[in-house]
């Protein structure tokens, strides 16, 4: 019998490609008679578009057209539509090249085809925008201010959509007779996501089959093929194979329908040549999908047995200029549907108001939501745990939901599946030492040292589903997944997959799942995915949706596979179907294991079909969509320990502990890997990163030198560890695990950096917590600090 | 359109004699001109690392140089630097550690690790942490990149005749 292989830290199948330098990313592409687009962007945040004059850049050596917005909705190129729909959601049009007004810095205006980059970007300069511009506003908050600019002329308000969950009642009423309550104003800073490698589409249109393909970075390639075709472009969708290589990484900025993608179609018909376009990292600024940015009030009640009784947020959600795919879904259904968190809160109320603005476009980045409000929450519970004058673990002790009480209802309509708080809780504090270093930490403070201790217990919700409920609250997409698993006469296995990797490693993971359940060689295995014109549909990876849905769905489809092959088994070995059982890789009967055939024996008999039940379809292929149950709930601890230093506010990670809980581990390398990688990206929000406009609309942190990300020396070796809670509506148990460091850790640090500047009456700032911002708090504080 | 100029350069051991133009940066010269794609661009302002290359033996981010001033050198690229029957330690290193997840900074980091080890063959983790700090990576959080260069540290140390890349 074959080593099982579900569970083992297997080294990656996808690694020797990019070890190499042979991967195949969009911009590592050329095809012949390959052309280059370069777009002129709006320099302003906010501008009537008076007149373009395209004449110089036209006659310029090279170029081989000018396109406009005009002449794109002229050619009857529609608007972008959005995903997600709220009731009385307003959809102001989103076309790729605006031809009115300039909403955004680096809105396009119009885009170069030139027969190289060099030439396409030098004719770019070249093109005369008269622009007027136009009083801009970048705050949520101030957008909602009567007499604001307004971003889209028919929406004065700038008001996209409002919407809540909860009974305000019955928090209202928790609030006023609650024993305690406290207070936040939180700002969550905006993040731009920075996949490294930047976006970059490439369009070819073969005139004879009136045939389109675009190459794209992409998560989701059939989500783009539906929406140009259905929608903005009008290509039938069988004339349109999307195909999405590899990936440097998404993280929800290459979720989205980008106006770029429909500008390199375009321009591929009109001029015949395949054209291509890459985003330099100054447009990636600003033109890929922001993340987070919220001004919220959060409130919480409790009683006087210190449980939490009412939960109630008020929240501005900037969405940026223009609604894109998934934005509507974000700081709702994604948001105030976990605002329980691991907590038994009876009574939640949350309120989103979400206004555009003069901004880049808002959209899910890593976690998508959910960070945002485990943030809220977990500052909370620690400034709560405080006024209660209780040690924050044990504040959140008194209040996890436990486990006898799975599947639990949230009254924020979630049912969470399945889950065991307390006891991966205490395996964090025993890990990290939790009581030597609450000893620690006043040992420190009395030698003028400020430690501190951030504690998070988070629960995510991912896999979206099932489709009709998600379908019920707005969502203009199933999210159920498809899997085709193809034998080949020399059983060898193809398997095609409707997820997208583009660093997760499913090529590895799923391939082990896939050679387990067929009980065959892992190298007989290949996963196929990325190209609408290979698999059978998919609605792509985003939301940690890949294994619990996608991996399922391919389970499911092996599963048909034996299936298929025990009754081909059983005609070679002259057996009924129920007799045969599938061992030690062979299909034998049950309890003669002379009698048997190998898979390899099943698979070519399948094909040759020269010895065969009557009654059976030749071949050995099957498809399955799994559509699933509910979503699936991983939760977990994290444990972050700072130091921070009073003379220069620099803040220091000393440690990071993490317990997760995302069902039976597939690959633990891999495993460990997304989570190591979601912290570092929570760090960033809390310590490093912030998108900063001024009041006009323009972008002061708009490149690498002025936004930080996290650097190596920055981090720490992170120490992680796992619980074991499998989901009980899935075939293998498994949860997802993509967002879990992202959503937990940035509360953490908030928290642990909170915890140190106690001992200076600071009770909340808000991130990033740069050396500047906790500097100027403690020389604010040090008159009131003389007890120090 | 400025005058070509006349270069010649020995990328991964090979001879290359080109006509490019002033401007053209080296990145573009080794991915446009060469072919050579697994050397990446992630930014426009020398922040990020995803184009490091050796030059004459020495780590350079390649956005930083026009290729006229790499006329007369040699270049190693990612390619250049072990192949997969071969594996520099390195690479090897980044394989086993799992170093890496969607493999844009890949190129880029190992150069910078290697260029490392070629300078100080058996670093602290403090000393690879600031060694990569000029390398950015969304995905890993750098903690299996710290191991992996540790891997080939000590791969590199306990094999005797590694042969260095340049």
């Known amino acids: 019998m074959a080593e099982k292989l579900f569970g083992k830290a297997m080294k990656r199948v996808e690694d020797p490609r990019f070890i190499t330098g042979t991967g195949n990313y969009t911009d590592d592409m050329t095809l012949p008679g390959m052309v280059h687009a370069a777009m002129v962007r709006s320099p302003y945040a906010h501008a009537r578009i008076k007149k373009i004059d395209v004449s110089k850049a036209r006659s310029h050596p090279g170029v081989l057209a000018v396109i406009t917005g005009q002449e794109m909705k002229d050619a009857g190129i529609n608007s972008i539509p959005t995903g997600w729909l709220h009731p009385g959601i307003k959809t ?27 030439i396409a970007e030098d004719a770019a300069q070249l093109v005369e925008v008269d622009y007027e511009p136009l009083p801009a506003v970048s705050l949520g908050s101030d957008a909602l201010k009567p007499g604001a600019p307004a971003v889209h002329d028919d929406i004065p308000d700038n008001i996209c959509f409002t919407w809540s969950i909860g009974d305000k009642e019955a928090v209202d009423k928790a609030f006023a007779s609650a024993y305690k309550t406290v207070k936040l104003n939180l700002r969550n800073n905006r993040l731009v996501p920075n996949a490294m490698e930047p976006r970059a589409s490439l369009a070819q249109y073969h005139k004879a089959s009136d045939e389109y393909t675009l190459w794209t970075t992409s998560q989701n390639p059939h989500i783009h093929r539906l929406l140009i075709a259905a929608f903005i472009m009008g290509i039938p969708e069988h004339k349109l194979r999307v195909i999405a290589p590899d990936v440097g990484g998404g993280f929800g900025s290459k979720i989205y329908q980008y106006p770029e993608e429909i500008i390199v179609l375009y321009a591929a018909k009109k001029l015949g040549r395949p054209v291509k376009w890459t985003a330099r990292r100054s447009e990636s600024f600003v033109t890929d999908s922001h993340g987070r940015d919220h001004e919220t009030v959060a409130e919480m009640a409790v009683d006087q047995n210190g449980k939490i009784t009412a939960v109630r947020v008020n929240t501005i959600a900037n969405l940026g200029a223009y609604l894109t795919t998934f934005a509507p879904a974000v700081p709702t259904y994604l948001y105030g549907c976990l605002l329980a968190g691991t907590y038994t809160t009876p009574h939640i109320y949350c309120h989103v108001t979400a206004p555009f603005t003069h901004t880049t476009p808002v959209d899910a980045y890593r976690g998508a939501g959910r960070p945002e409000a485990t943030y809220l929450l977990e500052r909370l519970v620690d400034v709560m745990a405080h006024e ?104 060898k296995v193809e398997v095609f997959t409707g997820t997208h990797s583009h660093g997760q490693g499913h090529e590895t993971a799923f391939a082990q799942v896939v050679a387990d359940e067929l009980q065959i060689p892992v190298e007989d295995v290949v996963l196929v995915h990325g190209d609408t014109g290979r698999m059978p549909y998919g609605w792509g990876s985003y939301g940690s949706r890949s294994a619990p849905t996608g991996l399922s769905a391919i389970v499911l489809a092996t599963r048909k596979i034996i299936d298929k092959s025990k009754k081909i088994a059983a ?167 993509g967002e879990a460091g992202t959503i937990a850790s940035t509360a953490a640090i908030a928290n642990a950096v909170m915890d140190a500047l106690r001992p200076f009456g600071i009770v909340h700032l808000d991130m990033p917590y740069t050396p500047e911002k906790i500097w100027r708090a403690i020389q604010h504080s040090r008159p009131a600090q003389a007890a120090d | 359109m400025a005058e070509k100029v006349q270069i010649k350069v020995v990328v991964n051991g090979v001879e290359h004699h080109s006509e490019v133009e002033p401007r053209l940066l080296l990145v573009h010269y ?137």
């Open chain 1, 92 to 118: 102001p049009p989103h076309y790729a090249i605006t031809f009115d007004k300039a909403r955004h810095v680096g809105d396009i205006v119009a885009a170069v085809i030139a027969e190289t980059r060099q």
């Open chain 1, 388 to 491: 209660l004058g209780m040690d924050p673990v044990e504040f959140r002790r008194k209040n996890l939901i436990p486990p006898d009480a799975f599947p639990y209802q949230t009254p924020v309509a979630l049912q969470y599946d399945s889950g065991n708080y307390e006891a991966n809780l205490d395996k964090a504090l025993e890990l990290v030492g939790y009581k030597q270093l609450r000893q620690q930490q006043e040992e420190w403070r009395k030698q003028g040292r400020y430690m501190g201790i951030g504690v998070v217990t988070y629960i995510e919700a991912c896999g979206l589903a099932p489709s009709a409920l998600v379908g019920s609250l707005g969502a203009q997409a199933g999210q159920w997944e498809s899997a085709l698993v193809r034998v080949m006469p020399t059983g």
């Open chain 1, 571 to 737: 005609h070679l070995l002259e057996a009924a179907p129920e007799d045969i059982v599938h061992e030690d890789g062979k299909f034998m009967v049950k309890g003669v294991p002379d009698k048997a055939k190998t898979f390899f024996e099943i698979a070519l008999q399948a094909h040759l079909a020269h010895n065969y039940p009557a009654d059976l379809e030749p071949g050995l292929e099957a498809t399955h969509f799994y559509d699933p149950k509910n979503f699936v709930y991983p939760f977990g601890t994290h444990i972050a320990v700072v130091e921070v230093d009073p003379e220069t506010g620099k803040v220091r990670l000393l440690r990071y502990l993490s317990v997760d809980d995302c069902g039976p581990v597939i690959n633990p390398l891999i495993a460990e890997g997304q989570v190591h990688g979601g912290i570092a990206q929570g760090l960033g929000q809390a310590l490093l990163e912030e998108a900063v406009y001024d009041k006009e609309g323009q972008i002061l942190s708009g490149n690498f030198l002025e936004y930080t990300l996290p650097r190596a020396d920055d981090m720490v070796q992170i120490e992680h560890d796992h619980t074991v809670t499998p989901c009980p509506h899935n075939p293998l148990g498994v949860k997802g695990i």
């Open chain 2, 30 to 166: 080794l991915r446009e001109t060469l072919g050579l794609t697994g050397t990446h661009v992630g930014c426009d302002t020398s922040q990020c690392g995803a184009c490091t290359v050796h030059l004459d033996g020495q780590a350079v981010k390649s956005c930083t140089l026009f290729a006229v001033q790499a006329d007369g050198s040699s270049i190693t690229t990612i390619e250049g630097l072990g192949s997969v029957d071969s594996l520099h330690p390195v690479q090897e290193g980044f394989w086993e550690m799992h170093g890496l997840q969607c493999g844009f900074c890949t190129p880029g980091m190992i150069m910078a690790a290697a260029d490392l080890l070629n300078r100080n063959p058996q670093p602290s983790e403090e000393e690879i942490r600031h060694a990569l700090e000029g390398n950015l990576c969304r995905c890993t959080g750098y903690h299996n990149i710290v191991r992996a260069v540790q891997y080939a540290a000590n791969k590199m140390a306990g094999k005797v005749g590694v042969a260095a890349d340049d």
